[in-house]
């Protein structure tokens, strides 16, 4: 069964910069697309974007576009979440977890693919 381990969060000021990583065990990331996902308090989880196994695409939400970089290290079997820009909107709980993934990119819309998450990492953005 696999796992996912997110790491990273903190208390960041508005305008900051921060960096989560997934640690992934039991499989490895050569054949699963990876998608990042956050649950702000009172809210659903929303997805945020994700990494393809298979050219290393990757896909965002518009909320989080051009300030949120996804990248992977497939020998670490860990992919990071670069947050940089952050505001207020982006304090949430986040985790990690595999999504669909595929020829035309990964796709995170649809949720979990195999319903693994890890314990999630906490973002606060406050001054």
Request: proline fraction near 2%; charge should be negative.
């Amino acid at each position: 069964q696999g796992q996912l381990e997110e790491s990273g969060g903190g208390l960041v000021q508005p305008g900051g910069s921060l960096r989560l990583s997934c640690v992934v065990s039991g499989f490895t990331l050569d054949y699963y697309g990876i998608g990042w996902f956050r649950q702000a308090p009172g809210k659903e989880r929303e997805g945020v974007g994700c990494i393809s196994s298979v050219d290393g695409r990757t896909r965002y939400a518009e909320s989080v576009k051009g300030r949120f970089t996804i990248s992977g290290d497939n020998a670490k079997n860990t992919v990071y979440l670069q947050m940089d820009t952050l505001n207020a909107d982006d304090t949430a709980v986040y985790y990690c977890t595999t999504v669909v993934d595929g020829t035309l990119g990964c796709d995170y819309a649809l949720g979990s693919l195999h319903g693994y998450w890890g314990q999630g990492t906490q973002v606060t953005v406050s001054s």
